[in-house]
């Protein structure tokens, strides 16, 4: 199965991934929930008025 996903992968012209959330908390991004959560640190409400909050961590 991974085989063939791989040959799948390498063939062709583009390709998408679907990941789970917890794929940019390995990357460095920071979750919005949980022990280091932007939450914590923002109001959710002050996050949705000011979107650009959350890039600037």
Same mark, same amino acid.
């Given at each position: 199965?991974?085989?063939?996903?791989?040959?799948?992968?390498?063939?062709?012209?583009?390709?998408?991934?679907?990941?789970?959330?917890?794929?940019?908390?390995?990357?460095?991004?920071?979750?919005?929930?949980?022990?280091?959560? %932007?939450?914590?640190?923002?109001?959710?409400?002050? %996050?949705?008025?000011?979107? %650009? %909050?959350?890039?600037?961590?």
């Amino acid at each position: 199965m991974y085989k063939q996903a791989a040959k799948n992968i390498k063939s062709s012209k583009r390709c998408v991934g679907f990941t789970g959330a917890g794929i940019s908390v390995e990357s460095g991004i920071p979750p919005f929930q949980g022990e280091n959560g %932007l939450w914590n640190k923002y109001d959710p409400q002050t %996050l949705k008025k000011e979107p %650009l %909050l959350q890039w600037n961590f």
